[in-house]
């Protein structure tokens, strides 16, 4: 006589395993259509391939009248505090703190 306990773990089991399935069928429908691709040698991996979008918003944000010119990434006087210079606004230094995380995340 066959133990009923046993047919009701198998289903259980299998409903679990049903559902983790439609559960990434359904991801991966989603991460397809925001532009991700599928890894064709493991199909649980989802990479998206370029960033072009990101930075044309990005470059699209950044002030028109960016002016200067360097010669090194970082100066000299880089950890130098000006006490005398005026201070940004509250929105201005929203928007410098904004584009430089931007910034920061793209050059990582």
């Given at each position: 006589m066959a133990n009923p306990y046993y047919m009701y773990n198998l289903k259980a089991l299998y409903e679990t395993l049903q559902a983790a399935l439609l559960f990434w069928?359904?991801?991966s429908e989603i991460?397809?259509?925001?532009?991700?691709i599928l890894n064709p040698y493991d199909k649980f991996i989802a990479i998206k391939l370029s960033m072009y979008e990101y930075i044309e918003k990005m470059l699209t944000e950044?002030?028109?009248n960016m002016e200067g010119l360097v010669t090194a990434s970082a100066s000299s006087y880089l950890f130098n505090k000006d006490t005398g210079c005026k201070k940004?606004?509250?929105e201005q230094g929203q928007w410098?703190?904004?584009?430089?995380?931007?910034l920061l995340y793209l050059s990582k």
């Open positions: 069928k359904l991801q991460l397809q259509e925001r532009g991700f950044l002030p028109a940004l606004c509250e410098f703190h904004h584009l430089v995380a931007k």
